[in-house]
């Protein structure tokens, strides 16, 4: 793999939480759902509310967070594992492109 790709990677990978911390708590509150669900049906699925609810649990709002969506319990903790998987994963090919 190109070791520019490998290095812009981990930088926006690196940089995305302090990007979302850097956004207000309320950034994804308003506006007009992009749910297909909500848009065909005018019915919330399963995942409503799962961005929001995410932006409130990055600024540690907790109960705001299981307002918008009980689920991200499990959501939440399933994202952390899968960002630290992915971050392992490219800091392992930017170490290897380092040694050749």
């Avoid at 520019?4 to 930088?11: D, E």
């Avoid at 669900?37 to 705001?64: I, K, N, P, Y």
Wanted: charged residues 10%; aromatic residues 12%.
């Amino acid at each position: 793999m190109n070791k520019l790709i490998i290095w812009v990677g981990l930088f926006i990978w690196a940089a995305l939480p302090f990007y979302l911390l850097a956004l207000p708590i309320d950034h994804f509150d308003y506006g007009k759902s992009h749910c297909p669900s909500v848009l065909l049906f005018h019915q919330e699925c399963f995942a409503c509310g799962l961005t929001r609810a995410t932006q409130h649990m990055l600024h540690g709002d907790w109960q705001g967070a299981r307002a918008f969506n009980a689920g991200i319990i499990v959501v939440f903790p399933t994202l952390i594992a899968l960002y630290v998987a992915v971050m392992c994963k490219i800091v392992g090919a930017a170490r290897r492109s380092i040694q050749r």
